[in-house]
């Protein structure tokens, strides 16, 4: 199966289908496409199509949204995104999902900064400042944990490693 010039297609691409959460993978799936329509890469990566969490499926897709959408909006064309997503057998958390994306040094006060309400990082500062803060709300309503930090992805294909912030989510 072949896709349209604007849109090739990948069976890799597309497996976080078998999702079981199908509210998760229709949100996967906009979001693919939304960056590939703004000149982004998103890959996705699934450890498990199964997991458990306390979180409903809604909740789940709102915290997958939440990081998703930062990272779109934080990223510039011929960016790449990265996310995973699955369970974590080792944790009392089974459920995380990490995303990482170009951007800042993730200082401990910016990691402080960026859970607070109506604090944002965007030009456009209207309509903005409210995803982080309702992240935290979930994890912390469900004893789940934040990680940010930054990372150098080893498949950039430019000679120079681009730093990476990243925020994983276990809850």
Excluded: W
């Excluded at 909006?73 to 699955?86: F, K, P, R």
């Excluded at 900064?113 to 309509?127: E, S």
């Excluded at 935290?136 to 934040?146: A, L, Q």
């Excluded at 490693?161 to 994983?168: A, D, L, P, S, V």
């Amino acid at each position: 199966m072949k896709g349209t010039d604007n849109e090739p297609f990948c069976n890799e691409s597309y497996s976080f289908l078998h999702i079981e959460n199908k509210l998760l993978a229709s949100l996967l799936y906009c979001k693919f496409h939304e960056a590939a329509s703004s000149g982004k890469k998103l890959m996705v990566t699934v450890d498990d199509y199964h997991y458990e969490s306390s979180c409903t499926d809604t909740e789940i897709v709102d915290i997958a949204g939440i990081l998703i959408d930062n990272a779109l909006e934080a990223s510039g064309e011929n960016d790449t995104i990265y996310v995973t997503l699955g369970k974590r057998s080792d944790s009392r958390n089974p459920f995380f999902i990490h995303v990482a994306n170009p951007g800042p040094m993730a200082t401990p006060s910016f990691v402080h900064d960026i859970f607070a309400t109506r604090y944002t990082t965007k030009r456009n500062q209207v309509g903005h400042g409210l995803g982080l803060s309702l992240l935290k709300t979930f994890v912390d309503k469900y004893n789940g944990s934040i990680t940010v930090g930054n990372t150098y992805p080893d498949d950039i294909a430019s000679s120079e490693h681009e730093q990476y912030i990243f925020f994983e989510v276990e809850i």
